[in-house]
């Protein structure tokens, strides 16, 4: 029965992750709520799911034409960058703190999109 909450997790994520939208906003919260897993096991389980989600998502969109390869270097360079100098930082903050910040990562990232979500429908109704 496990595996089947597992398998839900995985759908979920790779789903998200498949349009775009990082399946980690779905999958993190799901297997530190739901499997009272902790937040840097959480987090490395997501990045290591990630990889071959990605590279799947990426070919495909790279096939339908939907990749612009002229700004990618540059969001490459600087992404290896800061994503080392994010697991050091990961690394030293304790599990507990590092869940609260993903849970104000994510409040953050909701009320942004709700905002966004108003003020995109408010200019439609104005014309």
């Not at 071959?52 to 290896?80: Q, R, W």
């Amino acid at each position: 029965m496990e595996f089947l909450w597992y398998a839900l997790a995985g759908v979920s994520g790779g789903l998200l992750g498949g349009m775009g939208m990082g399946g980690g906003t779905v999958l993190i919260p799901i297997l530190s709520l739901f499997f009272n897993l902790g937040q840097h096991t959480v987090q490395a389980v997501n990045l290591i799911s990630f990889i071959p989600m990605a590279v799947i998502a990426l070919i495909i969109h790279v096939k339908n034409g939907l990749v612009d390869f002229k700004g990618v270097l540059p969001i490459i360079i600087t992404g290896v960058i800061f994503c080392i100098i994010g697991c050091f930082v990961a690394r030293n903050i304790n599990g507990s703190v590092l869940r609260r910040i993903f849970g104000g990562f994510l409040i953050l990232l909701s009320a942004i999109q709700v905002i966004t979500y108003f003020k995109h429908n408010k200019k439609g109704k104005d014309k």
